[in-house]
C-alpha cells in the first residue's frame, strides 16, 4: 500500500504567473501563482527549484515589468543560466 502523504509530496505544481522577483543571497527568487492555488499560497521560490516549463513564465513576467518600469532587465532564464553555469532545477513540489 502507498501512503497518502507520499502522493502529495510526489506532487508537482503548475506555475500559474510569476508575480514579483528579487535577489536574495545571488540567486533570483520568484513569486510564484500556483494554478489551482488562490493567492494566499503564492510563495517566493529560487530560480533553481523551478521545473524547465517555467521560462515562458519568467520572460512574460519581465516583459511586463519592463513596460511599467522602464527598467531593462534580462528577460532571457538562459542567459542567467549561463552566468550562475548550470540550468533550471526539476518541478518544485510546492
Not at 535577489?23 to 521560490?45: F, N, P, T
Not at 513564465?57 to 542567467?80: F, P
Amino acid at each position: 500500500e502507498e501512503d497518502e502523504e507520499d502522493d502529495d509530496e510526489d506532487e508537482v505544481h503548475v506555475v500559474e504567473a510569476i508575480v514579483a522577483c528579487k535577489e536574495l543571497r545571488g540567486e533570483l527568487h520568484y513569486m510564484v501563482k500556483w494554478a489551482g492555488w488562490g493567492r494566499e499560497h503564492d510563495s517566493w521560490e529560487p530560480v533553481s527549484t523551478l521545473s524547465e516549463d517555467v521560462p515562458e513564465q519568467i520572460a512574460d513576467y519581465h516583459r511586463r515589468t519592463a513596460k511599467h518600469s522602464g527598467a531593462k532587465r534580462a528577460s532571457n532564464i538562459e542567459e542567467y543560466n549561463s552566468r550562475r553555469g548550470g540550468g533550471l532545477g526539476g518541478g518544485r513540489g510546492h
